[in-house]
């Protein structure tokens, strides 16, 4: 059952064409991953799911319901958004800004059930030892993950993200990831997700959806999607394509290497 | 789970600090007050203050000589309590803006509000012109252009979409725009006119009243209690308007009738005390300092900060040069100093 | 609310406390003392201060009354001050705050009795030489920052204040003085404006009861400036005597309503740069050079500036003087060709002795119509005779220069 589902989307800036005819859903239990070069409209697509743009042409359904005639509360207790950039921070503190996640379901004073949540939530992104610091002290990484974190909380059957892990290390990174398709396979979430890192993409979601220049190139599972062919094609580099474990990984190559050897 | 419960013990510490740092506010603010009525020149002494005062309250139960009574009724208590008014609205209005435009510079100068209050005065003092005659000229035309100003910025930011960036850029355009016509009044004008407008400019309390004092009052008590009632969707902005849309919060809205109504508070003021700066600045910096940017503590807060800087710098003003009566925008103006040295010292990035 | 039923007691304690608005002693209140009622209200105070009698009237309402009998025919006096407000004295003057420094000049001038005024503006209280013992009375800072708590607790009955001049600080003071003193009179004088000052000597003369000596002040300062008009009015404006007239700061000049040209032309002087609205322009100094002056004046005195009442100093202004002359290109205005170049102090040019500026003024337009008019000594008249000061123009201040 498609819990997002877009038809013929498309958004223009000013006179130039970012987003055109974009079609694709995402099943409760499913993770999506968007990939593709920088400036490919991956960033505005997901704006576009979430409903801070608002698209030229075509329709985002939420869970059977047209995402323009809900009410912006509504929205927000279906979907989650994770900006790419985790900014200069505030003086904030971690647990605070998660505790921004349960906006939508707050009264003006806080009970114990939302701090409860936020804790759930800090210790599963590993962030407990962090929780009364400030947010504007903390590395890129970490403020990423407070970000996640903030997501959680709010508690949404989507959750989009926009390069989660760029700032992040490599243990961390897999931490996240963990985290989200288990969670999305748990509690039935659809996690949409851009990422830069393909590998990263092709183990850890169900579908991947390729863009080029603002139209859909490929969108399938991994298997089918992360080809040699579109490597150039895409990102006009050259790559070998491994399937020798349970996900397929591309190596990239330097150019003419290719011919020297195998 | 131990850690579990580490955190939340935490965050329970966390609001009881804060509640006790208003609480501490509170009372040093009720002093401070207690202390402001004895000041002046007329040479009452504590008790005689106190006990005029309660003479006006109860006239049944105490009697206190007319001419004491007659001091502290007419010219010192309105004019203590209008700067506790004034000095927490200031803050509460910075702190909304600071929190809305994300940037904790921003205040009512920054955004050529508080010029276009002057332009306002110079345009009354200088051409004799303005929307209400007689002793409200001057105010009524400092009241209005603040809230053209505030329009202003609006309007701009609708045209190139509002966020923070064009609230701050429009802000800082029309700050220079008015300060511009302003001194070209300035210039135009007769020496005694131009003393009347840079008087104007300074800031003072002086010219307190009964009636004015109501008025800044009623507008406070009908804008505070909302102020707070939105304190979450001001705590989602500071996030980013991205985020906080995403949150639920309608961005655009909320931006706009929250900046309209720190404008109203600003308005409000300055029309009648003039420019007094640094309030809206320091006030909530100083807070945020302390208790963090949690805006259902940091309004009452800052505005608590606000009140206690601005009754200070008038109770200084009044002291320090005595007969003179130094105006209060002076006063606040050298508090700017050692603020900024202070964030210039203790910048750690740009 | 609680503030309007404040107000309404403040209004009901005030009245029998400031003695009300009546003639002390008017019994029947029909506004007219007689002497039959100030003979009983007399003998009241008698017993009541003397022989344990009730009575409500103290012994400055005794004097007061005894004053108004005497003086005034039994009845109130109406006077109608420079900002043309009448006001109606029941009780002379006994208690007086002054906030502008020409209008206690005024006072003085006219023999009134300097221990009644209970308290000055800061500017006089800082002049001691030429208010020498002022320090002793209550400094009451300025119009613009006035010290209302000290005003109050002097208890004056009656406040001067500036007429055509800071008229919304004005304005304001006498807004909460009447508002929280209702007794008190408010009178608004300039005293320093050559169209007003005569009738103002006079109005404030018959206020405090030295006609006498109003009149011959009043002649005084009216002849000095009578003789300067007469003696100018039939010169044609095309062979007036051209004048730059330089403000304290450089370049500026005098321009429009502002007194400094006011005077100028008063003294027959044809200003080329009187044009325009602006009253104190900035001048090009080329256009100096071009307008050629005869006459060039200088203003002194600006804040701490040296001369005046402060000092004797005449290498100061002499010094003021030279720099003038050492401008670029100043050496072909006729001028200072014919050393006509001059230096004045604003403490006689501005304010309440501006008729001895304008005297020197007149001198230096025209020496020969003017050759027995003799600026030196009407100001040793004035401040012998009339301030009463012990000041000897020979040794103290420097007020023109050469």
Redesign the interface.
């Not at chain 3, 613009?144 to 000290?150: F, G, Q, R, Y």
């Not at chain 3, 609205?277 to 104190?280: K, L, Q, S």
């Given at each position: 059952m498609a819990l997002i589902s877009v038809n013929g989307l498309s958004f223009a800036y000013r006179d130039r064409e970012v987003l055109s005819a974009i079609t694709f859903s995402v099943d409760a239990g499913e993770v999506l991953g968007l990939v593709g070069p920088n400036g490919c409209g991956k960033t505005t697509l997901i704006r576009c799911i979430d409903g801070m743009l608002s698209p030229n042409g075509g329709r985002v359904m939420l869970d059977g319901r047209e995402l323009r005639s809900m009410h912006r509360r509504e929205v927000a207790r279906a979907m989650a958004y994770v900006p790419q950039s985790a900014g200069n921070g505030t003086a904030a503190t971690v647990f605070e800004t998660v505790l921004m996640g349960r906006r939508p379901y707050l009264n003006w004073t806080v009970n114990r059930t939302d701090e409860e949540k936020v804790v759930a939530a800090l210790d599963l992104l590993d962030l407990g030892d962090l929780a009364l610091r400030k947010v504007a002290e903390l590395s890129g990484g970490e403020r990423q993950r407070v970000m996640i974190a903030r997501a959680l909380v709010q508690e949404t059957g989507v959750i989009l993200l926009d390069e989660p892990t760029s700032n992040l290390d490599v243990c961390h990174q897999m931490g996240v990831m963990e985290v989200l398709r288990g969670l999305a396979e748990e509690r039935n979430l659809a996690v949409v997700i851009a990422l830069h890192d393909l590998n990263l993409a092709a183990t850890y979601c169900h579908r991947l959806m390729v863009m080029k220049t603002g139209s859909i190139y490929g969108y399938g599972t991994p298997e089918e999607v992360l080809t040699e062919e579109m490597l150039r094609s895409v990102y006009g580099i050259e790559a070998v394509v491994k399937r020798d474990l349970s996900a397929p990984y591309m190596v990239p190559v330097r150019p003419g290497s290719l011919r020297e050897g195998a | 789970m131990e850690q579990h419960v580490i955190i939340q013990e935490g965050y329970t510490r966390l609001k009881k600090t804060r509640a006790l740092f208003i609480g501490g506010l509170l009372a040093g603010l009720v002093i401070l007050i207690g202390v402001a009525v004895t000041l002046g020149s007329a040479g009452l002494t504590v008790g005689e203050s106190y006990l005029a005062i309660l003479a006006g309250l109860l006239p049944g139960v105490f009697s206190a000589p007319d001419l004491a009574t007659t001091i502290v009724w007419d010219f010192r208590l309105h004019r203590v309590l209008f700067a506790v008014c004034a000095g927490f609205g200031l803050a509460v209005a910075g702190s909304v803006m600071q929190g809305i435009l994300r940037n904790p510079l921003a205040s009512p100068f920054t955004l050529g509000i508080a010029s276009a209050a002057a332009t306002g005065a110079s345009i009354a003092i200088v051409l004799g012109a303005g929307v209400v005659g007689g002793e409200y000229l001057v105010i009524g035309n400092a009241f209005l252009f603040s809230l053209l100003a505030a329009l202003a910025i609006y309007g701009m930011a609708r045209y190139r979409g509002i966020g923070s960036e064009t609230m701050v850029l429009a802000g800082i355009a029309l700050m220079y725009l008015f300060s511009a016509v302003t001194s070209l009044l300035q210039y135009v004008g007769s020496a005694e006119q131009l003393q009347a407008v840079v008087f104007w400019m300074f800031g003072s309390v002086d010219k307190s009243t009964w009636p004015k004092l109501g008025i800044v009052a009623l507008v406070l008590a009908c804008t505070i209690p909302y102020l707070l009632y939105r304190a979450w969707d001001l705590n989602a902005l500071a996030e980013g308007d991205e985020v906080a849309a995403s949150l639920g919060v309608p961005v655009e809205r909320s931006m706009t009738v929250l900046m309209m109504i720190a404008s109203l508070i600003t308005a409000v003021i300055i029309c009648f005390t003039g420019t007094i700066g640094f309030i809206g600045l320091v006030a909530p910096h100083i807070t945020r300092m302390a208790i963090g940017s949690d805006f259902r503590t940091l309004l009452p807060a800052s505005g608590l900060v606000g009140a206690l800087l601005l009754l200070g710098a008038d109770s200084i003003a009044r002291s320090v040069l005595a007969p003179q009566v130094l105006p209060v925008g002076i006063v606040t103006a050298f508090l700017g100093v050692p603020f900024f040295i202070y964030l210039f010292l203790h910048r750690r990035n740009a | 609310m609680?503030?309007w039923y404040?107000l309404a007691?403040?209004l009901l304690?005030?009245v029998p406390?400031s003695a009300a608005e009546g003639i002390p002693g008017d019994a029947d209140a029909d506004g007219t003392l007689a002497r039959a009622e100030y003979a009983s209200a007399a003998l009241a105070y008698l017993d009541a201060a003397y022989m344990n009698g009730a009575g409500d009237l103290d012994r400055d309402d005794i004097r007061d009354a005894a004053w108004v009998y005497a003086r005034w025919d039994g009845k109130p006096r109406e006077v109608t001050d420079s900002t043309g407000r009448t006001v109606t004295l029941y009780r002379p003057l006994r208690r007086v705050v002054t906030f502008s420094g020409e209008s206690l000049e005024t006072l003085r001038s006219l023999g009134f009795d300097m221990d009644k005024v209970v308290a000055v503006d800061?500017y006089s209280y800082e002049k001691e030489t030429f208010f020498p013992g002022y320090q002793e009375k209550a400094?009451?800072?300025?119009i613009?920052?006035?010290?209302?708590?000290?005003v109050?607790?002097l208890?004056p009955d009656t406040i001067i204040l500036y007429a055509t001049?800071?008229t919304?600080?004005c304005?304001?003071i006498q807004?909460?003085l009447e508002?929280?003193?209702p007794g008190i009179r408010v009178l608004r004088f300039d005293c320093f404006k050559p169209t007003t000052y005569a009738g103002e000597i006079r109005t404030i003369a018959s206020i405090i009861d030295e006609t006498e000596r109003g009149e011959e002040f009043a002649s005084f300062y009216g002849s000095t400036m009578d003789r300067i008009r007469d003696g100018t009015a039939d010169i044609p404006d095309d062979e007036k005597t051209r004048v730059y007239f330089e403000y304290w700061f450089d370049y500026t000049t005098v321009a429009a309503?502002?007194g400094y040209n006011e005077k100028t032309e008063l003294a027959g002087g044809k200003n080329p740069f009187a044009t325009g609205?602006?009253?104190?322009p900035v001048v090009d100094p080329e256009a100096i050079i071009v307008a050629d002056p005869e006459v060039v004046v200088k203003l002194a005195g600006q804040g701490l500036a040296v001369g005046g009442y402060a000092g004797h100093d005449p290498e100061a202004l002499d010094a003021i003087r030279s720099a003038l002359l050492d401008r670029p290109g100043w050496s072909r205005i006729s001028a200072v060709k014919d050393d006509r170049v001059h230096v004045i102090h604003s403490d006689i040019l501005g304010g309440a002795q501006h008729f001895i500026g304008t005297a020197y003024l007149a001198k230096w337009f025209y020496p020969d119509r003017f050759s027995d008019l003799d600026p030196h000594a009407i100001h040793q008249r004035y401040l012998t005779g009339f301030q009463g000061i012990d000041f000897d123009l020979a040794s103290q201040g420097t007020f023109v220069y050469p």
């Open positions: - | - | 609680n503030r404040l007691l403040l304690l005030a406390a800061k400094n009451v800072g300025s613009w920052s006035p010290d209302m708590e000290k109050l607790i208890r001049i800071s919304a600080a304005d304001d807004k909460r508002a929280s003193s309503s502002a609205t602006t009253e104190y």
